[in-house]
């Protein structure tokens, strides 16, 4: 199976290539799309999961970063079967764009919860305003929630400012903390390790368990961040 | 009304767990050992889903404020009640102010305190169960602690015999339809995972070898210690949804199981994943036991999903007639 980037500016989808599709476990089908990590790429999933989303067998969908976990009630006989159900309905998704509430994020750049800013700046070799300046002028989308009770993974992140991943996470990153993780950026919704960059800090609250709808944010909705205070 | 009297540290609120809010990356949560909770319920003639308490860390004391009906289920932690011995598996009744106490268990991890009418918290987003990491469910979103009132619903109309009666464990009751431990080691069937060929020849040795629960396990995941198996690529994996018993490997080689308080994303490859039928016997695994892993089909996981079925009715026929027969007599 081949990993061709798809064109970049086109939301018409390669209809050709199949999706790759795995178990995890019994009941848990995961669906990952070919080509590359856009927003073209994640629109056709954002189709995808609509149109499984009303079907009686499935009991969840979890979309994730240009993939589809499929979870259903029960464990099937003929997981064949199942799999040429998804790659059908795979091949027959349009790429769609959710139509997301914007949400700006008010930001304090540098400070104490900026621990990583001198190690961005020395891996992209730019000073920390700049590296501030071009996180805050980008124009983000919510790809999908996971990991954590409301987290957000935002796409949009500016290449130059891309940090890989920490391979020795930090144990007690502070809740609010803006990250940069590889080529995603997003806001710490809980204090804990965090494998991610930190170069900020944000007083919203993503998550609210006892609300009708618990998380602040949803797939396809656009983030900006505000530089409230920048401290460098 | 129980009144906790002593706990250790890691005790909760479990209900079946909250499923459907992976995609706002909210974990399930739920009993490690469903099975266990699930018959504790059935005993009581509760709901299905009602919580109750999991209690994995020991000693477990507990003083009935109101009488009324309980059961334990799990591992079996040598109950007490007023000091007189109760067997495991069993319901019985306790009068106001008797005194129940959970002891660490010689096999298996953990014990279930089921309840007449189900532990009485509120419900968030649709289930009972304690999330410590997000702070919610359960007790005020935390562990038991000493001093703790825990409420009960109403029960439903039951009759219980004098001394209560028990139920045939499930690991004797269905000792066919899961695999028999070789040399003390666990045997849990799983199926091949999406980067389960990129190891190439370590998939074999996933496989093959024993593998040690390590102390560095709880109910967010068991960390395995063996011999190190790695892709033979590194590939940049793009995080995507997970349930529990999705078994990953971090660069490091050794395995991790994700259990009931399961991460909903992951990004590291996944060698394999283990049947839902065998999750209650990985979550009654104690930290230091050996277990291997068996590849398995979708039809062995229904096979063994129906023999778990069949012995939750038959443990519900069998309670509702023991009520019948002895209110009967009585």
Same mark, same amino acid.
């Given at each position: ?12 989808p390669?209809?050709?290539?199949l ?8 009941r ?22 609509h149109?499984?989303?009303t079907?009686p ?9 240009t993939?589809l ?19 059908e ?6 790429g769609?764009?959710l ?20 190690a ?9 305003r ?18 954590a ?11 130059r ?7 020795v ?16 950026t ?11 960059n ?11 368990p ?9 797939p396809?909705d656009t ?8 401290e460098? | ?15 079946l ?16 050992d ?15 889903g ?14 009935f ?6 059961a334990?289920t ?11 011995p109760?067997p495991p598996?069993?319901t ?11 002891f ?27 999330s410590?990491r ?11 602690a ?5 409420a ?20 004797? $009751? #269905? ?8 040399g003390? @080691?666990? !045997?849990? &069937?799983?199926?091949?995972a +999406? ?7 370590d ?15 709880d ?5 395995l210690?063996?011999?190190?198996i ?9 995080s ?18 994700q259990?009931?308080?399961a ?9 394999a994943g ?5 999750l209650?016997?990985l ?5 230091g ?11 062995e ?5 129906? $023999? #778990?079925?069949?012995y939750?009715?038959d443990?519900?026929k069998? @309670?509702? !007639?023991? &009520?019948?027969?002895?209110? +009967?007599?009585?």
């Open positions: 199976m081949s990993f061709q980037q798809a064109a970049p500016a086109s939301i018409v390669d209809t050709d290539e999706a790759r599709i795995s178990f995890i476990g019994t848990a089908f995961l669906i990952e799309a070919p080509g590359a990590f856009d927003l073209p790429t994640q629109r056709r999933i954002w189709a995808l999961s149109a499984l989303e079907r067998e499935i009991a969840e969908i979890v979309p994730g970063m993939n976990l499929v979870i259903l009630k029960e464990t099937p006989e003929t997981p064949e079967a199942v799999v040429h159900a998804l790659q309905e795979w091949r027959r998704a349009r769609v764009d139509a997301g509430r914007e949400i700006e994020i008010a930001v304090t750049y540098g400070g104490e919860h900026a621990g990583d800013l001198p961005l700046c020395d891996l992209s070799g730019l000073s920390d700049e590296v501030v300046r071009i996180h805050h002028e980008g124009t983000y989308r919510v790809f999908a929630l996971g990991s009770p409301g987290f957000g993974y935002l796409h949009g992140l500016d290449p400012i891309h940090m890989p991943r920490k391979t996470p930090s144990l007690h990153m502070a809740r609010g903390s803006v990250t940069i993780g590889g080529m995603q997003g806001v710490a919704v809980l204090t804990g390790p965090n494998g991610w930190s170069i900020g800090f944000a007083e919203l609250q993503m998550f609210d006892m609300a009708a709808a618990p998380a602040v944010m949803a396809g983030v900006r961040f505000r530089p409230e205070r920048i460098l | 009304m129980i009144e906790i009297v002593a706990t250790g540290p890691l005790n909760t609120v479990q209900d767990g909250r499923p459907g809010y992976r995609n706002i990356g909210v974990t399930a949560s739920g009993a490690m469903p099975l266990a909770l699930r018959i504790g319920n059935v005993l009581l003639g509760n709901a299905p009602a919580a109750g308490i999991e209690v994995q860390t020991f000693p477990f004391q507990v003083r404020s109101e009488g009324g009906a309980f334990i799990g591992a079996d932690c040598r109950a007490t009640l007023d000091g007189v109760l598996w069993w019985a009744g306790a009068a106001p102010g008797q005194m129940l106490e959970l660490p268990p010689l096999k298996d991890a953990r014990a279930y305190l089921c309840l007449a009418g189900g532990v009485a918290v509120a419900p968030v987003m649709g289930s009972r169960s304690t410590l997000g702070g919610f469910g359960g007790l005020q979103g935390r562990v038991l000493t001093g703790d009132h825990v009960t619903d109403r029960a439903a109309d039951g009759f219980l015999p004098k001394g209560g009666f028990g139920v045939v464990p499930p690991a004797v $009751a #269905l000792k066919d339809a899961f695999p028999v431990a070789e003390g @080691a666990l !045997l849990i &069937r799983a199926l091949p +999406g980067e389960h060929d990129l190891f190439g020849a998939a074999q040795r996933f496989w093959s070898q024993l593998w040690k629960i390590s102390a560095r396990s109910r967010t995941g068991y960390r210690s063996g011999d190190p790695h892709p033979t690529e590194v590939m940049e994996m793009r995507h949804g997970v349930v529990p018993g999705v078994i990953q490997v971090p660069p490091a080689g050794e395995p991790i199981v259990m009931s308080d991460n909903t994303a992951g990004g590291y490859p996944k060698i283990v049947i839902e039928a065998d209650w016997r979550g009654q695994a104690r930290i036991s050996l277990l291997r892993f068996v590849p398995a089909t979708h039809a996981a229904r096979a063994a999903e129906q $023999a #778990l079925a069949a939750i009715a443990v519900h069998t @309670a509702r !007639l023991v &009520r019948q027969a002895l209110a +009967g007599m009585a």
